[in-house]
């Protein structure tokens, strides 16, 4: 109801609810109240299908009774939930207080096993059997969209099971990518460089790694580097953790390490999303699913 | 149907607002012995020894039978059914739904008058009355007499004893779907959960309402069944039959007369076979709705062929044809094999059968696989998919599992066949990777199969899925 700036239909369908209620009382107390004219039951005049008619009879008790009972549910659920405009209703009924409720009981049912997990450090939850399987289906439930089940990624999804990371792979800072999310961008530099330019850099980026590439266009390519790229890879191009710049020297590409693959990245540019998890899960959940996601590296699977 | 269009014309232009509803009479069955009254008995006992004591008996060191809504497994004996299961129950309301028609066919309302749990209730309630307060002239007497101290003890006695067999139904109805041991133990408490109190006198009112107050009003303006009994029914169905031609003209006779030369019939007009009947109809005006089949009059109606020595069965079980054109039993019985019950009978042992067998060849592990979409084809030599298996083992101990994938040259798991162990009646999702050169699968969907088999056991079991493998 808060679409609305005044309170009017607020009231108004509150009146209209009660007034339609009220009416259905008073039409079914008069109209069982009221007897027969001299008691005599005669045909209303209707006749269906040549014999079918239709007797002004009272309503049966049972029936009268019934509906009696209905209007005071009625006027007792309006009293006790809500349904006559804000009114909040007795109880202070919300959908949103249940979902709460229930987490609140999922928390009590499942807290004390996150909080034995929560304390202990990352390696020591990789380790644990138990733990490594809640991260597993927490994994499946949450990351596996992106990551793939096997958390071995995608074109522009990383791998989680290899030492190559972007932002770093010890326990706090996987921890902090799950809780924050990381929002890696490469800029588009196809109108900077030029299409000259984007492509001697890209034959740069494939010597990097020791791939086959045009050594004159690459030496060209080295210039452009040293002056724009050089700030987030690194005069080496071996990246920079800090800022999520990838490692160019080595053979694992987010995107692809074709030429023209490369040079698309060059010329239009990266923007890669990690959300932020912390809020949704909580900060045990995050715990266990870090302690998976370290260990799909570090020593157990 | 003796209710024809006739007398509910006449009835309602009688100018009286009775005509519209007829006050219930409150009926008093007389209690009756037979054979037929033991039959009941009978299933009165079986019915209700499996009823009440079924949850009790252990299986394995759990319930035997116990529908575990909560967390969806429902324990039967040696079997756990899943929700995936539910076939079962499908086929269970169709085998249930045949034999009625069957039986019907043969015999009209046995499942009425002998098993039904409205019967088996009210016979028993019957019971407790007829302890307490006596059988039908003394309950009438009772039931018109000023309330008084003995009155209202009796009273109080017969409706204590009802709530107490009520209440221990009901119990007995959660008992299935909560352990009852647990419950039993929460009934000295009285720390029942909120559903555990509500079903348990749920339960427990609608029995005692049904089979204490209500009792043949269920059947008449409740039940369904008595509504298209008639569509079940022929000619050759055998019915509770009042056998006019032998019994009409009805009258009372001294025993010493022949009864044939004052022109009477066999039908003594002692009124017992009204008196026995928990639906209050008189069966010598035919059949009728309300009537079912509970054979009552037959017993009563034996009995005092014996003591006036006329030959039994004036009312008897038989079919329309068979009073009609004087059948013998042979007779009669040539005529239960009509096409009609032979069709029905077919048809229910193919289900029953066909159950049967489904059930033998269960394999206790489900399976179903998920396809990732995010990574169809990654970046390498061989075109890699990933799967999401998500294994069900439905039996009550761990198993291990072998996973095994065919359906392209070349295609293997990564990493090798894996072997998997799922905890008992419990599921377990399985990441999968699977690899096949590139140059041997065709661009597309190309169809594989997920082989998953126990592992380490004498006599393997394997279930198959299907699955796609793209390649782009």
Not at chain 1, 183 to 193: D, E, K, R, T, V
């Amino acid at each position: 109801m808060s679409d609305f700036t005044s309170d009017f239909w607020s009231y108004y369908v509150a009146v209209i609810t009660l007034a339609s209620i009220a009416a259905c009382a008073v039409l079914l107390w008069s109209m069982s109240t009221r007897r027969v004219a001299g008691d005599k039951v005669e045909t209303m005049g209707h006749v269906w299908d040549e014999n079918l008619v239709e007797y002004n009879n009272p309503l049966p008790n049972w029936w009268r009774w019934m509906f009696y009972i209905t209007i005071v549910f009625g006027a007792a659920y309006l009293l006790l939930y809500p349904g006559l405009g804000r009114f909040a209703g007795y109880f202070g009924w919300t959908s949103s207080g249940q979902y709460q409720g229930e987490q609140a009981k999922a928390e009590a049912d499942y807290g004390p096993l996150f909080a034995k997990y929560a304390a202990m450090d990352i390696p020591a939850v990789a380790a644990d059997p138990q733990a490594r399987e809640i991260g597993q289906r927490l994994f499946l439930n949450y990351c596996s969209q992106c990551h793939a089940s096997d958390a071995r990624g995608g074109r522009g999804f990383p791998n989680l099971t290899d030492k190559d990371w972007l932002y770093g792979g010890d326990p706090a800072t996987i921890e902090a990518t799950i809780t924050s999310g990381r929002n890696g961008i490469m800029p588009p530099l196809g109108q900077a460089l030029g299409e000259e330019g984007v492509k001697n850099v890209a034959q740069y980026v494939l010597s990097l790694s020791g791939g086959t590439h045009d050594a004159a266009m690459a030496a060209k390519g080295k210039e452009t580097f040293g002056t724009i790229c050089v700030a987030c890879h690194g005069p080496d191009g071996k990246g920079n953790p800090a800022l999520g710049a990838p490692n160019l020297t080595d053979q694992t590409w987010l995107y692809g390490g074709a030429e023209a693959t490369i040079a698309e990245t060059v010329r239009l540019g990266r923007n890669n999303k990690m959300p932020a998890w912390g809020e949704f899960l909580g900060p045990a959940k995050v715990h266990l699913l870090a302690a998976y996601v370290w260990g799909l590296s570090n020593g157990k699977p | 149907m003796s209710t024809s269009a006739k007398p509910r014309l006449a009835q309602a232009a009688e100018p009286v607002e009775q005509a519209l509803y007829e006050i219930r009479r409150k009926i008093y069955p007389r209690a009756v012995t037979g054979k037929f009254a033991a039959s009941r008995w009978f299933f009165v006992w079986a019915t209700q020894l499996v009823f009440y004591g079924l949850p009790w008996l252990s299986w394995n060191g759990r319930q035997a039978v116990l529908f575990d809504l909560v967390h969806r497994k429902f324990y039967i004996l040696g079997l756990v059914f899943w929700p995936q299961d539910v076939v079962y129950l499908t086929v269970l309301l169709i085998i249930s739904a045949y034999s009625l028609f069957l039986f019907t066919a043969v015999a009209g309302r046995l499942w009425c008058g002998y098993a039904c749990p409205q019967t088996v209730y009210t016979e028993i309630f019957l019971w407790i009355e007829k302890a307490i307060e006596g059988d039908r002239a003394r309950r009438m007497k009772l039931d018109s007499a000023p309330l008084g101290g003995r009155k209202l003890a009796l009273k109080a006695a017969k409706h204590a004893a009802w709530i107490a067999v009520a209440l221990w139904t009901g119990f007995t109805f959660v008992g299935y779907f909560t352990p009852i041991r647990h419950l039993w133990a929460e009934a000295f408490t009285l720390s029942f959960g909120p559903w555990e109190w509500f079903w348990v006198n749920f339960y427990g009112l609608a029995t005692y309402g049904n089979a204490g107050w209500l009792r043949e009003q269920v059947c008449k303006h409740m039940c369904p069944y008595a509504r298209f009994q008639s569509v079940m029914f022929d000619r050759d169905t055998l019915i509770v039959t009042y056998d006019g031609g032998r019994g009409e003209p009805r009258g009372s006779r001294s025993r010493s007369v022949d009864h044939r030369a004052k022109g009477l019939g066999d039908c003594v007009d002692c009124g017992i076979c009204v008196q026995v009947c928990p639906t209050g109809i008189d069966i010598r005006d035919g059949l009728q709705y309300e009537c079912i089949g509970c054979a009552a009059c037959i017993d009563g109606c034996n009995q005092v062929m014996d003591k006036v020595g006329y030959p039994r069965g004036l009312i008897r079980y038989a079919s329309e044809n068979a009073v009609r054109d004087r059948l013998s039993f042979a007779g009669i019985v040539r005529r239960v094999l009509r096409p009609r019950i032979l069709v029905y009978t077919a048809i229910l042992w193919a289900i029953i059968l066909a159950a049967g067998y489904s059930l033998y060849q269960r394999v206790p592990v489900k399976v179903d696989v998920i396809r990732d979409r995010v990574a169809s084809v990654r970046d390498a030599e061989e075109v890699e998919n990933v799967y999401r298996l998500q294994i069900m083992n439905t039996t009550e101990a761990p198993r291990r599992f072998l996973i095994s994938v065919s359906g392209l040259p070349g295609l293997k798991i990564s990493g090798g066949d894996a072997e998997v162990e799922i905890g008992a009646a419990s599921s377990r999702m399985i990441p999968v990777r699977l690899q096949a050169p590139r140059q041997q699968a065709k661009t597309g969907a190309n169809p594989i199969v997920f082989t998953i088999q126990t592992a380490g056991e004498a006599e393997p079991v394997a279930i198959a899925e299907k699955a796609s493998f793209v390649v782009q």
